[in-house]
């Protein structure tokens, strides 16, 4: 299991253990996380599952593709570190990966 935390837009942090081969999003839905909606169920269709990577992740974590750029277009509050989670694959290397939730989804 890999441990990702959550920071909510109050500041509030939950750690919670990651199933490796799921996404940062499906892991957030398992576990309640608030924040993260995922109205599309994963299909990068939608920008409801929005977060904000800790730039220290930012590297291992690579570049989000086109697809994902083009969805972000519609996400609440934008940041160079906005990615969406259901395109984060949880794997051993990513273990300790911090993620915000913005105030809103968009």
Known sequence: MT???FVDASGQSRTIDAEDGSTVMEAALKNAIPGIEAECGGACACATCHVYVDEAWMEKLGKAEQMEEDMLDFAFDVR??????????VRPEIDGLTVSTPEKQG
């Open 3 to 5: 441990k990702i935390t």
């Open 80 to 89: 160079p570190t906005s990615r969406l989670s259901c395109q984060i694959k």
